[in-house]
């Protein structure tokens, strides 16, 4: 019993720590594209905290991290969707397999990125729609809303998930090769 609380303690812990690698170049190392978006490679660390770490400790240090970095860059009207975009986009990684760069989580990264660009659009359409942050209310019909808010956050999207998808292939690999997972799977067991 001792064992497996100990375990649990050092997750949680990892949980956090993964939390601030993903806050950290979210919030610091990104650039700004416009109307209160950014592109950033904090991506690619959820989806390597979503492959190390059990569920649903990966998802909620991406929420976490993500929400965070909104919260404290001046963007909290993003925050609450970014929490819920951060969590779906964990899900579809796979933390059960002995390696981080599996086939599976490469072509699962794809699909996390399509759930990230279409979280951001219909948040944008939202946001639009309230007028919330730097964004004016978009009035007229719902095509033009849907419309904008295409056109202001699609392609910062693809390119931000782009990106993040070749960071994280690059990032596993190198963890991978390093022994990273089997050394955390010492320590917090499966």
């Known amino acids: 019993m001792e064992n497996k609380a100990k375990k649990r303690v050092l997750t949680v812990a990892l949980c956090a720590v993964f939390a601030t690698l993903i806050f950290l170049p979210t919030a610091y190392l990104h650039i700004p594209v416009g109307m209160g978006q950014y592109i950033h490679f904090g991506d690619a660390i959820i989806y390597i905290a979503a492959c190390v770490l059990p569920f649903p400790f990966g998802a909620l240090a991406g929420a976490v991290g993500g929400g965070l970095a909104d919260l404290l860059t001046g963007y909290g009207y993003w925050a609450p ?95 991978d090769k390093a022994g990273f997972k089997k050394y955390i799977k010492k320590y917090i067991g499966k």
């Open 81 to 175: 969707f970014t929490m819920v975009i951060k969590f779906l986009i964990a899900l579809p990684m796979n933390a059960k397999a002995e390696k981080i760069l599996t086939k599976r989580n490469g072509c699962m990264s794809i699909l996390s990125g399509a759930i990230s660009t279409t979280g951001y659009y219909i948040s944008t359409v939202i946001i639009m729609a309230f007028g919330m942050g730097d964004y004016d209310k978009v009035e007229g019909s719902i095509a033009a809303l849907f419309s904008a808010a295409a056109i202001d956050s699609i392609p910062g999207s693809l390119v931000q998930s782009t990106g993040s998808i070749i960071i994280f292939i690059i990032l596993a690999a190198a963890l």
